[in-house]
């Protein structure tokens, strides 16, 4: 028994050491994998999220092109409303005038079926 005793456990601490070692070997190397994977994957999101972004910019761009084109045409349909306000208003101002004309025709029309009449009666004593 004393044989048992004095061998030394050197050769199964050497085996559990190699298969440590080994295990830790394959994590460190199924580490590596999976930092390269997750670069790459990163460098993935980076990506899209810069397309995203640039997307976005020419969107936000093309919306305010968008919105300045809609605030130019408002604007001459503003001015295009007040220019025919001020077209009705001439226009209001020329009717007065016409109707003022329209009353002296109509005075003028009476006068001259008064003179008819009257130059008539001139001419024939007997329409009276």
């Known amino acids: 028994m004393m044989s048992d ?20 070997s394959m994590i460190e190397s199924a580490t590596r994998q999976a930092t390269l994977d997750l670069q790459l994957k990163m460098g993935e999101a980076a990506a899209v999220m810069e397309e995203i972004i640039s997307n976005t910019q ?3 761009h093309t919306a305010l092109d968008v919105a300045l084109q809609v ?3 408002a604007a001459d349909a503003v001015a295009a409303g007040y220019a025919l306000i001020s077209g009705c208003e001439a226009l209001d101002r020329e009717m007065e005038s016409a109707e003022v004309i329209a009353r002296t025709v ?10 008819e009449v009257e130059v008539g009666q001139l001419v024939d004593p007997t329409k009276r």
């Not at 005793?5 to 830790?24: D, N, Q, V």
């Open 5 to 24: 005793r004095s061998a030394s456990p050197l050769p199964l601490y050497e085996g559990r050491t190699k298969a440590a070692m080994k295990a830790i």
């Open 106 to 115: 109509k005075g003028i029309r009476k006068a001259l079926e008064v003179l």
């Open 58 to 60: 020419k969107h936000s």
């Open 71 to 73: 605030d130019e045409a």
